[in-house]
């Protein structure tokens, strides 16, 4: 039997799905290169906004239409979210967050019985459920060590379909990395619903990158997110002496208003959040600091939106992943007045633009440097591949893959 899996949303998910492939293929199903050519169809669903949910049951309508005598397996947020949506689509194995490790087992039952198998549980107090990997589809490679929010910004449900925070047991995340890195990934990435909020027997997450940074062949640590509130004195002493954690962070800002700050539920202010990056800045000059603003939250003025961009313009963000405001039902903004979608676009594409100048301010500050490139895809006489500030880096000559290169930046 063979199964393909396509996977939606965050780098959460596609840890999972590497581990979900891992675990299949040890039971003895093969992969395959195509939607086409499985018999099993995995997706792995997700529920950030409302587009999300609409490209989850527009592939899954596809399924249908293109394999139509494939088993039809649907995992994830989106069916933790709205699970009588999919429970209406004839599926013939449906699983919310929970119990997706167990999916050889629930497939491999489904073949004998042939009976159609759902599972949600609502329950927001979970154990972490154990997933550990020994290779990776990327170059780079990701371990989960942390699951689930109690946040609950205002805009968002995750909270309500990934539980509260639970953390991976610090020893395995160790022997995790160790088992990577012999599978030649000499960069890892932290990642987690919140990652900052890891906490295991005392162990937080400067005790994880520390801990790692003891392997002797890894080269580069760095963390998927992590929010302005968790970086602390201990944080800032790890970035100033510890030269495996890569010079990148990713920090949500959401929102340069104080006034829509406190309407969304964030846990600091505009003057917190200059005086960290401020802070950071000041250990590490050159860091790329990326960031994910929310465009057109509810009852936001223009006013607002213009102080968003003037903030966001003075923290010199190297790239903006700007977001327009989705509805998610169930959470405190769902029953706030919407702004006009017509205005909301108007601030999407004048956020954007900002986002790509800055983009080209920060990348101009290299030209003609020194820098080091791991490299993750080789086409023909191309080689591409990112440094640790996480700068795209093409070089016209056809190098090794997963090594790193030190070449001068055009």
């Known amino acids: 039997m063979k199964f393909y899996i396509e996977t939606f949303g965050c780098k959460v998910n596609t840890y999972e799905s590497n581990f979900i492939k891992k675990s299949l293929i040890e039971e003895g199903f093969f992969y395959a290169d195509s939607l086409l050519d499985a018999n099993i169809v995995i997706v792995n669903t997700c529920t950030v906004t409302n587009m999300s949910d609409t490209k989850c049951r527009k592939y899954i309508r596809r399924v249908k239409r293109e394999n139509p005598n494939a088993i039809l397996v649907v995992v994830g947020c989106s069916v933790q979210y709205n699970p009588d949506v999919y429970k209406d689509m004839s599926i013939d194995i449906l699983l919310g967050n929970r119990y997706k490790s167990k999916l050889g087992m629930l497939i491999k039952g489904y073949l004998v019985t042939k009976e159609k198998y759902q599972f949600i549980e609502n329950s927001r107090k979970l154990d972490f459920e154990d997933m550990r990997i020994n290779n990776f589809d990327h170059t780079r490679a990701f371990i989960k060590i942390q699951d689930g929010c109690d946040n609950f910004c205002s805009y968002c449900i995750i909270p309500f379909v990934r539980g509260s925070i639970r953390s991976k047991n610090f020893e395995l995340i160790k022997k995790e990395a160790e088992d990577l890195v012999k599978n030649n ?15 295991d027997n005392g162990h937080d997450l400067v005790d994880v990158i520390n801990e790692l940074s003891k392997i002797e062949n890894l080269k580069r640590i760095r963390l998927s997110s992590v929010e302005i509130t968790e970086l602390n004195d201990k944080f800032f002493t790890m970035l100033k002496n510890n030269p495996k954690f890569c010079n990148h962070l990713h920090i949500p800002l959401q929102s340069g208003s104080n006034e829509v700050l406190k309407k969304m539920n964030r ?20 860091i790329s600091i990326t960031t994910d603003i929310i465009v057109g939250f509810p009852e936001s003025s223009v006013s607002n939106f213009e102080e968003t961009y003037e903030n966001a313009l003075k923290l010199r963000f190297s790239k903006m992943h700007v977001f327009p405001y989705s509805k998610r039902n169930g959470t405190k903004a769902s029953l706030m007045k919407e702004i006009d979608g017509l205005e909301k676009t108007r601030r999407v594409h004048k956020l954007l633009e900002l986002s790509n100048y800055l983009e080209e301010e920060y990348q101009k500050k290299f030209v003609g440097k020194k820098v080091d490139v791991l490299i993750e895809e080789v086409n023909d006489n191309v080689s591409v591949g990112h440094t640790s500030n996480y700068l795209r880096v093409e070089i016209n000559e056809k190098l090794l893959k997963n090594q790193i290169y030190e070449v001068i930046y055009k």
């Open 185 to 199: 990934h000499y960069e890892i990435v932290l990642t987690g619903i919140h990652t900052g909020s890891y906490n």
């Open 267 to 286: 846990k600091y202010d505009m003057a917190y959040f200059f005086q960290v990056i401020e802070k950071i800045r000041s250990i590490r000059p050159d």
